[in-house]
C-alpha cells in the first residue's frame, strides 16, 4: 500500500502528507517546520491537509526543551515578573525559556508563528496577547500546546488562560477610597478593548453603585496603562470646576503619572489627592509617599501557565482551562481620609 492510499485515519507523516498533496517531502518538510521559502498555494494545500488529517513527528524529532514566552511588549517591570514565575517552572523541567517580542501588538505577525514552528518549543506562554485562529491551529496541528496569560479579550475556550481577580482589584481599590470618606473619586483606566481594563473599572463602577454614588463620567478617564496617561488625565482632572479628591488608576505606571502632576500643581499626595495603583510593582513601594496598590501575583499567575503547557505537551489533561489567581489591597501612604 502507497503513502497516499493510506486510510487509517490517523495522523499522517511527513511521507503521506508529501504523496497526498503530490510534492516532495523536504516541500512538507519546510512548511511544517514553519520555513518561508514556500509558495503560498503550496502551503495553503499541506497546512489544510496537516488540519483535518493531523500530523505525526518522527519520534527522534521531538520538541526541542525550550519554553517560549511572548510578550506584546518589553517595557517597565511587568515583564521581569513573568518572565521570573516562567523560568522557575521551566527549570524544574529542564527547560530553557526564549523571550520574543511583538512591538505593540497583541496579535502575532506571521513571521513570529514561522519562528516557533522552525524552534519546535515545547509549548508557548503568550503574555498580554495571543495568537489568532489559524496560527492557534497551526501550534495545535503541530503539537505544540499554548496558554495566554492576562489574554485581552474575553477568555475563550479555544486555549488556557491564566488572570487576576481583576474586578475585585478595582472593587477593593475604590471601596477603600470610600470607607476613608471620598466621594469624588476618578479613575484612570486602561484601554477598553483589554480585558484586565474592563474588569478593573467594572469594579471601581461596582462599588461606586454599592454605595449610592452616581458616576460621574467627568471622572472617568480612559488611558493605555503608560504613566503619560496619568499625568495627562490628572492635569486634566484638576483643572476640572469641582476636582476630585481621590484617583483609581489601572496601574502602577498611570499613578507615577499621577504623582506628576500632582506635584506640577503645587499639591501633594495624599493630602490633596489620595491615590491608589495596580500591580504593586517597582518602584511602588519606594515612592514618596509609598503608593497604596491592589498586589497582582504575576509571578504566580506566569508560573501557573507554565506549568498548563507542561502539563499538556506531557499528554495529560489539565484540571481547569481557566485560572483566575487573588488580587490583595495593599495599603500603604498615598491614601488618607477626606478632609473638606
Do not use: C
Request: aromatic share 4%; proline share 7%.
Amino acid at each position: 500500500m502507497s503513502a497516499v492510499d493510506d486510510l487509517s485515519g490517523g495522523p499522517l507523516t511527513i511521507a503521506q502528507l508529501a504523496a497526498r498533496a503530490g510534492v516532495s517531502v523536504a516541500t512538507v518538510s519546510k512548511v511544517v517546520n514553519g520555513r518561508a521559502d514556500v509558495a503560498p498555494g503550496t502551503r495553503a494545500l499541506v497546512e489544510g491537509l496537516i488540519s483535518r488529517h493531523g500530523y505525526r513527528r518522527q519520534k527522534a524529532a521531538g520538541p526541542a526543551a525550550l519554553l517560549e514566552l511572548v510578550f506584546h511588549e518589553v517595557r517597565g517591570p511587568y515583564p521581569t515578573e513573568i518572565y521570573r514565575g516562567v523560568r522557575r517552572v521551566a527549570a524544574e523541567h529542564g527547560l530553557a525559556v526564549v523571550v520574543s517580542e511583538l512591538g505593540g501588538s497583541h496579535t502575532p505577525e506571521r513571521g513570529w508563528v514561522e519562528g516557533v514552528l522552525a524552534r519546535r518549543p515545547t509549548g508557548v506562554v503568550s503574555v498580554f496577547s495571543g495568537p489568532d485562529q489559524e496560527q492557534a491551529e497551526r501550534l495545535r496541528t503541530r503539537g505544540i500546546p499554548f496558554a495566554l496569560v492576562d489574554p485581552t479579550g474575553e477568555p475563550g475556550h479555544h486555549a488556557p488562560s491564566v488572570g487576576a481577580s481583576n474586578w475585585s482589584g478595582g472593587l477593593s481599590a475604590t471601596r477603600h477610597l470610600l470607607e476613608l470618606g471620598h466621594r469624588r473619586i476618578a479613575v484612570i483606566a486602561g484601554p477598553e478593548h483589554l480585558l484586565a481594563a474592563r474588569a478593573r473599572l467594572d469594579g471601581y463602577r461596582a462599588a461606586l453603585d454599592m454605595a449610592g454614588i452616581p458616576l460621574d463620567p467627568a471622572l472617568v478617564r480612559v488611558g493605555d496603562f503608560h504613566i503619560e496617561d496619568g499625568l495627562k488625565h490628572t492635569r486634566d482632572l484638576l483643572r476640572l470646576p469641582e476636582p476630585p479628591t481621590a484617583v483609581f488608576t489601572g496601574n502602577d505606571g498611570q499613578a507615577l503619572g499621577v504623582y506628576r502632576a500632582v506635584a506640577e500643581a503645587g499639591l501633594r499626595v495624599p493630602e490633596d489627592l489620595s491615590v491608589v495603583g495596580f500591580d504593586d510593582l517597582f518602584p511602588s513601594q519606594w515612592l514618596t509617599p509609598p503608593l497604596t496598590t491592589v498586589r497582582q501575583p504575576l509571578a504566580d499567575m506566569a508560573a501557573t501557565a507554565a506549568t498548563m503547557v507542561i502539563t499538556l505537551a506531557q499528554g495529560h489533561p489539565l484540571d481547569q482551562r481557566r485560572a483566575e489567581l487573588a488580587t490583595e489591597l495593599v495599603i500603604r501612604d498615598s491614601t488618607t481620609p477626606f478632609r473638606d
